[in-house]
């Protein structure tokens, strides 16, 4: 059975930093492109980041460019999105993402919120 389990979000100040985990099991994780996504309030979901399965090459939004860095422990298939200078606007749901040759599976999220 294919499963995403998000972690680690919770209410941060402005300026803080968060790091958020994805679990995974049911899939060959070292073979599969992981992403991060999020979707605030009202808004509809965005992509954060990706890292590509074979060189661990990243990219990013440009809203998060230099403050969020994704990356990718294969033996513990396991994501990560260290979250930095974190923003208000940085509010949202942040969904983690599988892409690889058995489809795409997506976890149910975690709240990240910004505020003082």
């Known amino acids: 059975q294919v499963q995403v389990v998000e972690s680690g979000g919770g209410l941060v100040q402005p300026g803080g930093s968060l790091r958020l985990s994805c679990v995974t099991s049911g899939f060959p994780f070292s073979l599969y492109v992981m992403k991060w996504y999020r979707q605030a309030p009202g808004k509809e979901r965005e992509w954060v980041a990706t890292?590509?399965?074979?060189?661990?090459?990243?990219t990013y939004a440009d809203s998060v460019k230099g403050r969020f860095t994704i990356s990718r422990d294969n033996p513990k298939k396991t994501s990560y999105l260290q979250m930095n200078s974190l923003k208000p606007e940085d509010t949202a749901v942040y969904y983690c993402?599988?892409?690889?040759?058995?489809?795409?599976?997506w976890g149910k999220g975690t709240l990240v919120t910004v505020s003082s």
């Open positions: 890292i590509i399965n074979n060189d661990g090459s990243t």
């Open positions: 993402k599988a892409t690889g040759f058995l489809g795409e599976t």
